[in-house]
């Protein structure tokens, strides 16, 4: 049964099958997709369209293969406290590049970059450990979301610059390089979500 249903979907939608072979494959590779059916109604694939009559059919996702080292941890944390798991990436990355031994020259110290102050007041003994790291990460960036009313902007620029310069400045600061950070996480965000 599962072999005539398989030989069904072959003959009658190759492009399906093809399609579907690309999703499934496993691959930290990733780039656009194209395809045409030629006039014996075979369907070629590509990631370098030499022919015109290819046409784009799946577009590169950005990913980032050292995000899958925390993954399923961003996931499960994210969840907890209702936070975009892309929005999580998208703040890791612009941090630390995701790299859980980052100390800033500031002394913010891990995945997300947590200041001595705040990784006491989030309960982070270990700021190095990167469960650690993200749970007290984002509980942080949780509660900032709710002091500034879920305004993303604003929530980001207070993860980098303290609430209360959000607050002074009556909106994000003045500062060079908290106008560059939100910049920055709001478009690993837009292509996380691809």
């Known amino acids: 049964m599962i072999r005539k ?29 194209y395809s045409f059916t030629d006039k014996n109604g075979v369907v070629n694939f590509t990631n370098i369209p030499t022919d015109p009559r290819y046409k784009l059919i799946i577009k590169e996702r950005h990913f980032d293969p050292r995000s899958i080292n925390y993954g399923s941890l961003i996931s499960r944390i994210s969840g907890k406290y ?16 995701f790299n859980h031994k980052a100390v800033s020259n500031k002394g913010a ?37 709710n002091r500034f009313k879920d305004n993303l902007p604003l929530a980001i620029a207070a993860y980098h610059a303290g609430g209360d310069a959000v607050i002074r400045h009556n909106g994000i600061p003045p500062f060079d390089s908290t106008q560059k950070y939100v910049k920055q996480v709001l478009k690993y965000f837009k292509e996380y979500k691809k």
């Open 82 to 97: 209702m936070v975009e798991d892309t929005l999580v990436r998208a703040i890791i990355k612009a941090e630390s590049d």
């Open 5 to 33: 249903l398989f030989l069904l979907i072959v003959k009658s939608s190759p492009l399906i099958l093809g399609i579907g072979v690309l999703l499934l494959y496993p691959s930290t590779s990733l780039s656009d997709i």
């Open 109 to 145: 110290m891990g995945l997300m970059q947590l200041m001595p102050g705040t990784a006491e007041d989030m309960d982070v003994k270990n700021p190095f450990n990167p469960e650690e790291n993200i749970e007290g990460g984002v509980r942080y960036f949780k509660w900032l979301l």
